[in-house]
């Protein structure tokens, strides 16, 4: 790759920065004055929004140079935009599910390492070479087999489900709880809070049947706890 090139490329992300930036502004200033949200964050770039323009741009800039350059730095800045927009993501939900809370620091730490280091790890290609050694090691539960692969695939698939949920039920919570005063304010606290349970158990109950596990055991057992409760 010779360095016009290169310099074409870091134009190129330069540009898809700025643009980004502009349209996040833009959209924000637009919209009514409210409280840092998951798209907005505490500032232009601190949200969802700023990443996912910037990933879009620099994604279609590769698409058209690449039609006549061959690319070095903008084959390595998308995947690192999605790892960028994954973390962001997961980070802005936690902190507007969980305000306040300690252990939300300690989870935002532990994303953003674990995703980083898959993505060296791809990167390096090395990655493949990691998962088949997770899948020597392996065991069986009456007729059900699992491998440290199949529990990282389907921590990663759980995580993403309760992603998804916590950002619907914010949402939800968002509204319920806006102009809310007094008495009311604490119904719709409570409501908000009931909604947020249910969709994370039938977050978690999707995720564990799309790992393969056998979910009416479960169903099973609330049963009869509800029973035994009841």
Same mark, same amino acid.
């Given at each position: 790759v010779?360095?016009?090139?290169?310099?074409?490329?870091?134009?190129?992300?330069?540009?898809?920065v700025a643009?980004a930036?502009?349209?996040?502004?833009?959209?924000?200033?637009?919209l009514?004055?409210?409280?840092?949200?998951?798209?907005?964050?505490?500032?232009s770039?601190?949200?969802?929004?700023?990443?996912l323009?910037?990933?879009?741009?620099v /994604?279609? @800039?590769?698409? =058209? #140079?690449? $039609?006549? %350059?061959?690319?070095?730095?903008?084959n390595?800045? !998308?995947?690192? &935009?999605?790892?960028?927009?994954?973390?962001?993501?997961?980070?802005?939900?936690?902190?507007?599910?969980?305000?306040? /809370?300690? @252990?939300?620091? =300690? #989870?935002e $730490?532990? %994303?953003?390492?674990a995703?980083?280091?898959?993505? !060296?790890?791809? &990167?390096?290609?090395?990655?493949?070479?990691?998962?088949?050694?997770?899948?020597?090691?392996?065991?069986?539960?009456?007729?059900?087999?699992?491998?440290?692969?199949?529990?990282l695939?389907?921590?990663?698939?759980?995580?993403a489900?309760?992603?998804?949920?916590?950002?619907?039920?914010?949402?939800i919570?968002?509204?319920?709880?806006?102009?809310?005063?007094?008495?009311?304010?604490?119904?719709?606290?409570?409501v908000?809070?009931?909604?947020?349970?249910m969709?994370?158990?039938?977050?978690?109950?999707?995720?564990?049947s799309?790992?393969?596990?056998?979910?009416?055991a479960?169903s099973?057992?609330?049963?009869?706890?509800?029973?035994?409760?009841?």
């Open positions: 010779t360095q016009p090139v290169t310099l074409i490329d870091i134009s190129a992300i330069l540009l898809s643009v930036w502009l349209l996040t502004r833009s959209v924000r200033n637009a009514p004055a409210r409280e840092p949200s998951i798209l907005f964050g505490r500032k770039w601190d949200g969802v929004l700023f990443p323009l910037l990933l879009c741009l /994604s279609l @800039a590769k698409v =058209v #140079l690449a $039609r006549w %350059l061959p690319l070095a730095i903008l390595l800045a !998308v995947p690192a &935009l999605v790892v960028l927009l994954m973390i962001r993501v997961g980070v802005k939900v936690l902190q507007v599910a969980f305000k306040n /809370s300690p @252990a939300v620091r =300690v #989870l $730490r532990t %994303l953003s390492w995703a980083w280091l898959m993505m !060296v790890l791809w &990167l390096s290609g090395f990655l493949p070479l990691f998962l088949n050694e997770l899948d020597l090691v392996h065991w069986t539960f009456g007729t059900t087999s699992m491998s440290l692969r199949t529990m695939e389907g921590a990663l698939i759980v995580g489900v309760m992603i998804v949920t916590l950002w619907i039920s914010s949402i919570e968002a509204r319920l709880l806006r102009n809310a005063e007094g008495s009311e304010l604490s119904l719709r606290m409570a908000s809070n009931a909604i947020r349970a969709m994370v158990l039938i977050g978690l109950l999707i995720a564990l799309t790992m393969g596990i056998d979910i009416s479960l099973v057992l609330g049963g009869a706890l509800g029973v035994g409760i009841g």
